[in-house]
């Protein structure tokens, strides 16, 4: 199972683009990568997936490089709606999905 | 279209007490789960099922119970609660993954504590 690892933390001032990394390094063949979104006292919601190269929705960009041993979730000109954790999840074919700790991120404005 | 729907929304349980959180989704998802979050930390997989009359262990499973009652419905029990499972629950449902994985879909949470 491939574990993942991300920053505790991190904060960003309103309308600057956030980059969150996420180590993956033994990610497998039929794995993707996915990003979740949660707000306090919500359940967490799907943001983007990917597999490999870039994926783009109208929410974030997600980098993946050749050996997709990691993957950035890119957040455009953050707002302060976008204060919440964000999670990265190595999903396998398998059915289960593992959540780690996340990344919190803070917007100050 | 409701989605992921858990009931109760908030309950307390004295030390001992068992009690059943129910959770049904109307997406015809055949994966389904159950996590716990306590305070300021990530979700922990208490338990899982990829169908109908399948369910397997996720990473804290011990004190918990789980039924998958038909595609719809899959419930986690507590035989005998206790102070360190007070929780957040929240269940999710996906499509099964596979070539091509899907977003899963949350639930509200049930806020359970326990006395």
């Known amino acids: 199972l491939a574990k993942t690892t991300q920053p505790i933390s991190m904060d960003s001032y309103e309308g600057q683009e956030v980059n969150i990394t996420c180590s993956h390094n033994?990610?497998?063949?039929?794995?993707?990568i996915t990003w979740y979104q949660q707000f306090p006292s919500q359940g967490p919601r799907f943001i983007i997936q990917?597999?490999?190269t870039k994926v783009t929705n109208e929410v974030a960009s997600l980098f993946i490089p050749a050996d997709r041993k990691s993957s950035t979730l890119s957040l455009p000109r953050v707002s302060l709606s976008d204060t919440a954790v964000y999670y990265c999840?190595?999903?396998?074919?398998?059915?289960?999905?593992?959540f780690g700790t996340g990344t919190r991120l803070t917007v100050i404005p | 279209n409701a989605g992921v729907t858990q009931t109760p929304k908030f309950q307390v349980l004295k030390t001992g007490q068992s009690m059943t959180l129910q959770c049904a989704q109307d997406?015809?998802?055949?994966?389904m789960y159950w996590y716990r979050q306590d305070p300021g930390m990530g979700l922990r997989l208490i338990y899982y099922?990829?169908?109908?009359?399948?369910?397997d262990k996720g990473e804290v499973p011990n004190g918990y119970n789980v039924s998958r009652l038909n595609k719809r419905e899959f419930s986690l029990r507590l035989e005998s609660a206790a102070p360190s499972q007070t929780s957040v629950y929240f269940c999710?449902?996906?499509?099964?993954?596979?070539?091509?994985?899907?977003?899963?879909?949350f639930g509200q949470g049930t806020r359970l504590t326990v006395v």
């Open positions: 999710a449902s996906r499509v099964l993954g596979g070539q091509g994985s899907t977003e899963a879909f």
């Open positions: 033994n990610i497998a063949t039929n794995d993707y």
């Open positions: 990917g597999y490999k």
């Open positions: 999840l190595v999903v396998p074919g398998a059915n289960n999905l593992f």
């Open positions: 997406m015809n998802h055949n994966s």
């Open positions: 099922s990829a169908s109908e009359g399948t369910t």
